[in-house]
């Protein structure tokens, strides 16, 4: 508030002396911030006093912003120092509490005989919304010690406070308060904060019997303080020996409230009060949780709590008392007594005194980590722990020892990971306000981490924290796999933490060696990889990374990261390649060398720029399509293991994930084929190349630029056409998108051949100028003549070419599997007619062959016969009764 009043800035002016006899005496001395300042003159001296302060706020909004206004504020201290009397007067101008328009808010008060028999009145008066506000006080002492409040009162619209006090010098008080508002908001401006609805309620205090008494009662059908809502609430408690015994009778509930953004319904307190003490029983629901407890109150002294049952279940979980225990309050703290729980198959236990000293023991067997839901829902962690803990000392100093084993720990993120349930062992030593530390960290075989050192107890003490151990990248592979992803490699870690819990200080290694990653779906891989991270203070320096494609090629790695999660990490990482295969699969292969730079807030938005080179890039369209490719549309798995369904999960999440990159990234990339870009299959073969730039945003790219048509032929059977425009275009991931097209001029026609869609499964669309069926513009193009003058056997090779187009198994081929022969051939003869040929073997070596058309000589029989791999004796009769022999040579050369 000082901060804000004066803005950063104070001058100080005047003087300021002392008197003699002891006193003080001011002259104009005078404090002056950016927002408000303050006067103070006069002198308290030996006999007399005269003092008188002022301060000026010139707008209240920047002390408050919920305050708009001109503030002022005069007190004056006169008389002697045995006998003062003080003056104050305050007031507020137009102005705003809340949205509140306020005029002539004026609060004065006079006190006299301030250090003896004192005797002061208050008054408040102004105007809140167009409501006047009235309000007053009086407060007397007498002789005997006691004290008279009275003439308390507080109106402002439907708003009222009212009621007196007697307090006697024993100092038992007599009196009624009451409050009373049909519309809570009328307080909003005076309390600060919004209120809604209504509230009746009193307090009465009396004596009986020299004890007091107190009766409070409270109801209100609805309320709401800010963001917290009440409804039907209803106290009614009297309390008989209030400073004793402190007997209980009533009740308190509460129907429904928010709190905190927490639901609390059906909350009941209900107290019977006997000779010497409370029977209390609570009960309700909160956060998810039904809770009940029973117990039983002694007032003392010392205050004595016997819980003899206590209960909260909910999400499965329950928790219970084992047996009745005892918590103690008295001048020197709590004693607790067989304090013992039950959580699912475990317990939790505490005992001991916690005060000025502590003498505290606490143990966890077999506790299930999934009690934690109780407290906090939704907290998912599963496991089991066991502990204990003897600590001694003082609270500001405690000593002791610590011990804790938790197994099979699995938390949500892990889950939804893949990664391996974690054993944890631990122990310490308190002392010096520090614990020391011995902790190992399990997660399967490879995979151990070992933390020893000291932490301090408070959060802004020193560490000394030494972590060593070795991580398995497979640990990634679960999650990584849905995608089509393994890792491999080891990790060795060796750091010493220093600074605070707040902001810690690392110094130490982290390496790579034997290092790999695979991608099945783009065939990219990386072996041999290792590397060195090097931290230092809050930096985490990438020393040197490296790894090779299975082509030769390189891809390495260096930069800085600064360990700040609120700046989202922000460092600057060079990733370059060298002749790196990127790609490798059916479909593509791509090798490219790459200079990127990734800078900025690495976790949050940061800049991705450079350059990637591509040095060769063959698309290959397959000849025919996969039918299994993937599976039915809309095909469920019914009743799956855990397992499955576990691996269902991952892989649900696995496709949402892809829909969008991790985190958004500036981008500013160039990549470049100059004519390295290769499209072949299908009968195509076609070079393509260019520049493509890539700015906006990951979530949103912006591309300018592409790879384009250079040369290239489309040949069908026989007959060849020229590509006369095209382009491969690249969505966000590695499968390319092809738009070519291939035209040539034959019998009165220009045929087009347009190729477009995924490589993986183009559309092949036949078209021409001047416009003719399919049918019709191929039979031209493949026979030039129209294809009502086909011979049967071109009408079987025209029915195979748009097989091939399609992406369908050859025609020829379905025939063949039907026979049961290895190879069938149709062609045609030196005349034109069909001829077809079939071949089965019937050993290694051996083969028969018989051929068929339209001539007797067309007509035969041939065998072969394999001497070695690469001589062959053939043999042949046909229907004419001709024969022949031959020998046939072959080898391959490369």
Not at 255 to 269: N, Y
């Amino acid at each position: 508030m000082f901060d804000r009043a004066t803005g950063g800035t104070l001058d100080l002016t005047g003087a300021a002396r002392l008197t003699p006899g002891g006193g003080f005496a001011f002259s104009d001395l005078f404090a002056s911030g950016q927002h408000a300042s303050a006067r103070l003159n006069g002198e308290y001296g030996r006999d007399k006093v005269d003092l008188g302060a002022r301060i000026e706020i010139a707008e209240t909004q920047a002390l408050d912003p919920r305050v708009s206004g001109k503030a002022e504020v005069a007190a004056a201290l006169s008389g002697t120092p045995s006998d003062l009397t003080a003056a104050l007067k305050a007031n507020f101008g137009e102005g705003r509490l809340l949205d509140r328009k306020t005029t002539g808010i004026a609060l004065e008060a006079l006190a006299n005989h301030v250090t003896g028999l004192i005797d002061a009145n208050a008054s408040l008066s102004g105007d809140v919304d167009g409501h006047a506000l009235q309000g007053s006080m009086h407060v007397a002492k007498h002789d005997d010690g006691g004290w008279a409040i009275d003439n308390l009162g507080l109106s402002l619209a439907s708003a009222r406070l009212s009621g007196a006090l007697a307090i006697g010098a024993n100092n038992l008080a007599t009196g009624d308060l009451s409050f009373s508002a049909t519309n809570l908001d009328d307080l909003s401006p005076l309390v600060l904060t919004k209120l809604t609805g209504a509230l009746q309620a009193k307090a009465s205090a009396s004596v009986a019997d020299g004890k007091q008494a107190l009766a409070v009662t409270a109801n209100s059908d609805r309320m709401t303080i800010d963001a917290n809502k009440l409804e039907g609430l209803k106290v009614d408690f009297k309390v008989a020996d209030l400073w004793g015994a402190k007997i209980i009778s009533g009740f308190a509930q509460l129907a429904r409230a928010e709190v905190a953004g927490q639901s609390i319904t059906g909350v009941k307190l209900t107290a019977t009060g006997s000779a010497s003490a409370s029977d209390l029983e609570l009960s309700g629901n909160a956060r998810g949780l039904s809770i009940n407890a029973r117990g039983r109150l002694f007032g003392g002294p010392p205050t004595r709590l016997e819980l003899a049952s206590c209960a909260a279940q909910g999400g499965g979980q329950r928790i219970t008392l084992a047996a009745p225990a005892t918590v103690t309050y008295g001048g020197d703290g709590l004693d607790i007594k067989n304090l013992t729980f039950l959580v699912g198959a475990g317990r939790l236990s505490l005992s001991g005194h916690s005060g000025s000293t502590l003498a505290l023991r606490a143990s966890a067997a077999a506790v299930p980590l999934t009690a934690f839901d109780l407290v906090s829902p939704g907290l998912g962690i599963s496991g089991v722990a066991d502990g204990e803990a003897t600590i001694g000392g003082t609270p500001g100093n405690p000593t002791g020892e610590w011990r804790v084993r938790l197994r099979r720990v699995v938390a949500p993120q892990m889950r939804n990971l893949g990664l391996p349930a974690l054993d944890v062992a631990g122990s310490g030593r308190l002392a010096g306000g520090r614990t020391s530390l011995d902790a190992t960290i399990n997660a399967g075989t490879g995979n151990v981490v070992r933390v020893t050192g000291s932490a301090p107890l408070a959060p802004d003490g020193p560490l000394d924290v030494k972590v060593d151990g070795s991580l398995d990248a497979r640990l990634a592979n679960s999650m990584l796999s849905v995608s089509g992803r393994h890792a491999a490699g080891s990790l060795a870690i060796a750091f010493q933490l220093r600074g605070t819990i707040a902001k810690p200080q690392a110094q130490g290694t982290m390496r790579l060696s034997g290092g790999g990653l695979r991608d099945d779906q783009t065939g990219f891989k990386l072996t041999g990889a290792a590397g060195t991270l090097v931290a230092n203070g809050d930096t985490i320096r990438i020393d040197h990374f490296a790894g090779t494609t299975p082509n030769g090629g390189s891809i390495s790695a260096t930069g800085e990261v600064r360990l700040d999660p609120a700046a989202g990490f922000p460092g600057s990482i060079r990733v370059t390649g060298q002749h790196a295969q990127l790609v490798a699969n059916d479909i593509l292969s791509a090798t490219a060398d790459m200079a990127l730079t990734i800078s900025g807030p690495l976790t949050q938005k940061p800049r991705v720029d450079g350059r990637i080179t591509v040095v060769s890039m063959d698309i290959s369209v397959p000849d025919r399509l996969n039918s299994v490719a993937a599976p039915i549309p809309g095909t469920k798995h019914l009743n799956p293991t855990p397992t499955a369904r576990a691996r269902l999960a991952l892989m649900a999440k696995g496709h949402g994930a892809h829909a969008a990159p991790l985190f958004d990234a500036t981008l500013a990339l160039t990549i470049s084929a100059a004519s390295r870009i290769v499209v072949r299959g299908r009968g195509m073969y076609a070079e393509l190349g260019g520049d493509l730039h890539v700015a906006g945003s990951a979530r949103d790219p912006q591309v300018t630029g592409g790879f384009n048509l250079l040369r290239g032929s489309f040949t069908l059977l026989s007959s060849r056409l020229t590509f006369t425009r095209g382009a491969v275009r690249f969505h966000g991931d590695v499968m390319p998108d092809l738009d070519l097209v291939a035209e040539t001029s034959t019998t009165g026609i220009t045929a087009r051949i347009s190729v477009t869609g995924p490589a993986v499964q183009p559309t092949f669309q036949i078209s021409s100028t001047p416009s003719l069926p399919e049918d019709e513009i191929l039979s031209r193009v493949l026979f030039q003549r129209s294809s009502g003058s086909l011979t049967a056997f071109q009408a079987v090779e025209l029915a195979n070419a748009v097989g091939t187009l399609s992406g369908q198994a050859d025609a020829f081929e379905h025939i063949r599997r039907s026979l049961g022969v290895d190879s069938l051939d149709i062609s045609s003869s030196a005349t034109g007619g069909a001829l077809v040929s079939a071949t089965r073997a019937i050993n290694d070596r051996v083969s028969v062959g018989v051929t068929t058309g339209a001539r007797p000589q067309d007509n035969g029989v041939n065998l072969n016969y394999d001497l070695t791999r690469h001589v062959r004796l053939q043999a042949g009769v046909d229907a004419s009764g001709g024969s022949s022999a031959g020998v046939g040579l072959d080898w391959e050369y490369k």
